[in-house]
């Protein structure tokens, strides 16, 4: 595993997740003052970066208008994006 700022735009979210808005915004004021104190993670597939934790960090991240965000990287087969999926 590595740590690694990736693009935003870059980071597919297959699961749609309904956020807790209050924390969001609790999120958003604390990047603001101290920044992202933790990575999410996500798993790098073929060159490609699927999140699936982190959902409020990544969403306060996106509002605040960051292009990339700390994450953890674990490269992956298919297969175990696939048990992700499932």
Known sequence: ???EDIPIKQIRRPLYRQNDQTKVRALMKSIQEIGLQE???V???EGQ???FSGCH???ACS???HET???NVRRAPKSVLKMHLA
């Open 49 to 51: 970066y699927y999140g």
């Open 43 to 45: 798993l790098e597939v």
């Open 39 to 41: 990575p999410i993670d």
């Open 1 to 3: 595993m590595r740590i």
């Open 69 to 71: 965000i700390r994450c």
């Open 57 to 59: 960090r990544f969403e």
């Open 63 to 65: 509002r605040l208008g």
